[in-house]
Antibody
Framework: QVQLQESGPGLVKPSEILSLTCTVSGASIRSYYWSWIRQSPGKGLEWIGYVDYTGTTNYNPSLESRVTISIDTSKNQFSLNLRSVGATDTAIYYC??????????????WGQGTLVAVSS | EIVLTQSPGTLSLSPGETATLSCRASESLPSNYLAWYRQKPGHPPRLLIFGASARATGSPDRFSGDGSGTDFTLTISGLEPEDFAVYYCQYYGSSVFTFGPGTTVDIK
């Protein structure tokens, strides 16, 4: 069973960088695509992007100019950096996995989520 | 960009009743990539259905999915207390994942 745990600051100032890390256990990091998804009252669930074990990324076009997702396979972790944040970036941020084999484009396992508020 | 619309916004039912939820796409979708999730308060979404009609591992058999093209349905036969939650459809296509706005199933 894949387990994911988000970590990072719960408060970020406007215009700064939102940085989160997801720690993976119970799975081979090579077997999945690793995504970040956020949920805010105003915009519902929004996929941010994913990374695979090679470091190949794919981002939501609406956020691509501000997002970097990276992976550290030695630590079984992947990370999100979202630049130039504003109030609309306040949300619960989830990390999630998508099984690479027998691809159905779904999110099979999710972390519990972490609330990040953007405020001065 | 494909847009998913879910209806109704809220469905008020009693335990034991059957819920029928709709997900409509702005363009025809390949069924392989249409999924449904349930989200209980304070929890992340949980995958219920993938490929429009296949139950995910651990998903109870009271959940069934159907549909093709632009119209998809999630049916919950015999609502259990834990089924009063929000349900999302989700599509993968053109390297992008898209969620619908959700349907809330609440207790009548």
């Amino acid at each position: 069973q894949v387990q994911l745990q988000e970590s990072g600051p719960g408060l970020v100032k406007p215009s700064e960088i939102l940085s989160l890390t997801c720690t993976v256990s119970g799975a081979s990091i090579r077997s999945y695509y690793w995504s970040w998804i956020r949920q805010s009252p105003g915009k519902g669930l929004e996929w941010i992007g994913y990374v695979d074990y090679t470091g190949t990324t794919n981002y939501n076009p609406s956020l691509e100019s501000r997002v970097t997702i990276s992976i550290d396979t030695s630590k079984n972790q992947f990370s999100l950096n979202l630049r130039s944040v504003g109030a609309t970036d306040t949300a619960i941020y989830y990390c999630a996995s998508s099984y690479r084999n027998n691809w159905h484009g779904t999110f099979d396992f999710w972390g519990q989520g972490t609330l990040v508020a953007v405020s001065s | 960009e494909i847009v998913l619309t879910q209806s109704p916004g809220t469905l008020s039912l009693s335990p034991g009743e059957t819920a029928t939820l709709s997900c409509r796409a702005s363009e025809s979708l390949p069924s392989n990539y249409l999924a449904w999730y349930r989200q209980k308060p304070g929890h992340p979404p949980r995958l219920l259905i993938f490929g429009a009609s296949a139950r995910a591992t651990g998903s109870p058999d009271r959940f069934s999915g159907d549909g093709s093209g632009t119209d998809f349905t999630l049916t919950i036969s015999g609502l259990e207390p834990e089924d009063f939650a929000v349900y999302y459809c989700q599509y993968y296509g053109s390297s992008v994942f898209t969620f619908g706005p959700g349907t809330t199933v609440d207790i009548k």
